[in-house]
């Protein structure tokens, strides 16, 4: 956890080099009470350490409304001092404790909709990842592989015409959560199996993690372990979609980020107007050059886009959001789209814009990017 949190500022160090000291282990003093967010958070099977602990208690107060009445009773309790320096507590210390628990109260009047059962990554991170229930009919075999890695459940293959396929909702990548409300969380290698076999014709309710965070990248706290199926299973890939929908191969992981495999099918210089009405003209026409495509790999990144050969990691171009005029398709290719920029040096003569077109592997694919670019135009609204 930051540095920078409250709760975290100002722990005494361990006694006698033992365990690190986190603000669980002073919550954990207080009475428990009946189905409290503390007796929920001392429970917890998906927290495992005193940090996940600490945040699952969080999350659960201010959903339960209750996080002001702990506050006061952790500022109330003799043993503070033991876990906290007054000098520079927030708890401690009483002119700082008296404006951080008129904050908390604040807090007790927001009406906070948590899903507290997506928690199996609090130990890591803040940060969660997209959370999904999956529902299917009783069956005699799902048809997913899965690889026990580090206590988690990471599928790395949805079988072709299994049921998992048919419904359309697990991908290679994914972590398994829960089935049935049982956490699968620190499991044992065959663990799910064994569930499965003992729910065999039954309903099933599964809690699937996504693998591809709300950013639409790799969930930053799942890298380790899809770096360490990676070692295992050197075919492995990420699945961005149902197979019906997933024709070739459509995206690589480099460093964290995914990246599109995409064509470069040429750049056309469209004059002094760069809005978006000059892509039905242009998109045609660097399609009637009939220049041989590139395959590159194209980034969508904050800032920025930037696009690489796809055989070596020789950047052919960068450009910035604010440079960017305009992106879009043309309606008469549906997996093929451009965007306009502020014109290269090699430009002809009187053309301040230049028009970049590319291919993708579906429509859907092609929307996606769109719809990624034009955020970033929104993003960098912020950016000095």
């Not at 006698?16 to 429970?43: K, M, N, V």
Request: glycine residues 8%.
């Amino acid at each position: 956890m930051a540095a920078r949190e409250p709760l975290l500022s100002a722990l005494k160090g361990p006694l006698w080099g033992f365990r690190r000291r986190d603000y669980w282990h002073c919550l954990e003093q207080l009475p428990l009470g009946e189905g409290g967010s503390l007796r929920r958070a001392s429970i917890c099977t998906k927290a495992l350490t005193a940090q996940g602990r600490g945040r699952c208690f969080l999350r659960s107060a201010l959903q339960g409304k209750v996080l002001a009445v702990a506050m006061q009773q952790l500022a109330q309790s003799p043993r503070l001092l033991e876990f906290y320096d007054p000098s520079g507590s927030i708890l401690a210390n009483e002119e700082l404790r008296e404006p951080f628990l008129s904050l908390v109260l604040v807090l007790m009047e927001v009406d906070f909709s948590l899903d507290l059962q997506n928690c199996s990554f609090l130990d890591e991170s803040w940060l969660l990842p997209v959370s999904i229930m999956y529902e299917t009919v009783p069956c005699r075999a799902l048809g997913m592989v899965v690889r026990y890695v580090d206590g988690r459940v990471i599928v790395i293959e949805v079988l072709p015409g299994s049921q998992a396929e048919v419904d359309e909702v697990v991908l290679a990548g994914d972590v398994l959560d829960e089935i049935n409300g049982f956490s699968l969380r620190n499991a044992y290698r065959g663990q799910a199996g064994v569930m499965l076999q003992k729910l065999k014709g039954q309903p099933l309710s599964l809690r699937v993690l996504r693998w591809q965070g709300h950013n639409g990248e790799v969930y930053e706290p799942l890298l380790p372990y899809l770096e360490a199926v990676k070692e295992k299973e050197p075919y492995f890939q990420l699945q961005c979609g149902p197979r019906r929908c997933n024709k070739g191969e459509k995206r690589r992981v480099q460093g964290g980020r995914l990246l599109y495999n995409l064509q470069y099918l040429g750049r056309i210089g469209v004059g002094m107007f760069g809005g978006k009405e000059v892509l039905q003209k242009a998109i045609p026409a660097v399609l009637e050059s009939h220049v041989a495509p590139r395959e590159v790999l194209f980034d969508v990144k904050e800032t920025e886009i930037l696009v690489q050969e796809k055989a070596s990691p020789k950047v052919l171009f960068r450009h910035c959001y604010p440079a960017v005029s305009c992106v879009g398709r043309c309606l008469k290719t549906s997996n093929v789209f451009a965007f306009c920029v502020v014109a290269s040096p090699g430009s002809p003569k009187g053309s301040t814009f230049d028009c970049l077109v590319f291919a993708s592997s579906s429509e859907q694919e092609c929307e996606e990017i769109i719809q990624r670019i034009a955020a970033g135009f929104k993003h960098t609204e912020w950016f000095i």
